[in-house]
């Protein structure tokens, strides 16, 4: 596959861009192929393609300047290759709240685009996505184990998951994060108990597996990923707090070491540490750190979801 393709695949079937549309692609000067190949699959389809080029952020969830926010609000189709996530701004709230259909893709890579993730069958995601949701909507308790030694309980109860991350983006105000495919919960606060073994990607990628001990809902001792740590540390004691679990559901999407494809690779669960007031939590401390797991074997009350890896729902 090419780059081409995989811009193709963001534009006319994930954001379902049409002609005359205004499409505005927000770069910071790390992925300019990538933007490039965006505003040409726009072309394609007789949209209005711009591409707006800012400084690279600090980090997830810095504002963009104030005169891009305000294009934001103007545009019908917003895409934004980052190094750094603009998920979490005022800026993306208030323009899905002006309506516009929004893709984040920080850190994508061009070999996202070309292979992977990207070239999923967004709509049997769609449909695998929804299977899953009836199966786990109104659960209470949740446990994770693997074989490598992952031993974690945590409720759920009065919470609602996440549904909207299928990759199809194609109503008024709908936002996603490209590539796509995961369901995922901001488990109650405090409730979380029991070991983590990370042997995907934390922060980074990992040369060995890191062990984590949680205790009433925070990660209490971590042993390895010195970046992952600070990062947290960043947020103070609420970077530790266990925020989100997540199912990946995308089964063209591979675990490479990068998070943004990693956590949506089928098979996989991940594990979030720090602000969860985004999607249902109380917790906003600014930082968010997945930690994946590779292989796991996840039940939902009763229900077996996941053995060992496998979908069995």
Known sequence: MTLAEGARVAIETCMGVKKGEEVLIISDSTRDRIAEALFKASLDLEAEPIIAKM????????????????????ADVIIAPTEFSLTHTKARWN???????????????EGMMDSGAMLADFSEIQRRMRRVYRKMRGARMVNIE??????????????????????????????????????????????????????GTFFQPLKEPVRITVVEGYATRVMGATEAVKEMNKGGRDGRNLAKLGMGLNDKARTIGNVL??????????????????YGGKVRCGVLVDAVIKNPTLIVDEVVVLEAGELKI
């Open 55 to 74: 400084q690279p952020r600090s980090k997830h969830g810095d504002e963009p300047p104030p005169a891009l926010a305000a294009m934001m609000l103007e």
């Open 261 to 278: 494809e990693d956590e949506k690779a089928l098979g996989t669960i991940h594990i979030g540490f720090g602000d969860n007031s985004s």
């Open 146 to 199: 693997s074989e490598l030694g992952t031993d974690i309980t945590m409720s759920i109860k009065g919470r609602d998951w996440i549904t909207e991350d299928v990759g199809l983006c194609h109503r008024k105000g709908q936002f996603t994060n490209l590539p796509a495919g995961e369901i995922f919960i901001a488990p109650r606060e405090g409730t979380a108990e029991g070991k983590l073994v990370i042997d």
């Open 95 to 109: 323009a899905s709240k002006a309506g516009a259909r929004i893709a984040t893709m920080p850190g994508i890579t």
